[in-house]
């Protein structure tokens, strides 16, 4: 069984930055594609960012394209979402996903899920 813990969430002025976490634990974590979503309040929970297994590969969604950037450390077996230029649009839970899958968008998709971490970005 995979753990993912999220961490990095804050309060936090638009314009500034912030790097999110994702610690996993059990499996074989340097064969999951993993990925960010988000959900803010009242809305869907929407695709942010997802990474392939090897770091070789990564995906943006238009509304982060530019702004923030899936990284990953097979060793550590952790998972990180720089933000960068954050806007209030931003303000959401943001939730760490895997799977041994390909990676993908779609969160349907993704088996693991970690319990979230908020990001509110002030106007």
């Known amino acids: 069984q995979v753990q993912l813990v999220e961490s990095g969430g804050r309060l936090v002025q638009a314009g500034g930055s912030l790097r999110l976490s994702c610690a996993a634990s059990?499996?074989?974590?340097?064969?999951?594609?993993m990925a960010w979503f988000r959900q803010a309040p009242g809305k869907e929970r929407e695709f942010v960012a997802a990474i392939s297994w090897s770091g070789g590969s990564t995906f943006h969604a238009d509304s982060v394209k530019g702004r923030f950037t899936i990284s990953r450390d097979n060793a550590k077996k952790m998972v990180y979402l720089q933000m960068n230029s954050l806007k209030p649009e931003d303000t959401a839970v943001y939730y760490c996903?895997?799977?041994?899958?390909?990676?993908?968008?779609?969160?349907?998709?993704?088996?693991?899920w970690g319990q979230g971490t908020q990001v509110t970005v002030s106007s």
């Open positions: 996903a895997g799977d041994q899958g390909p990676v993908t968008s779609r969160s349907r998709l993704y088996d693991y």
């Open positions: 059990g499996g074989t974590f340097s064969s999951f594609a």
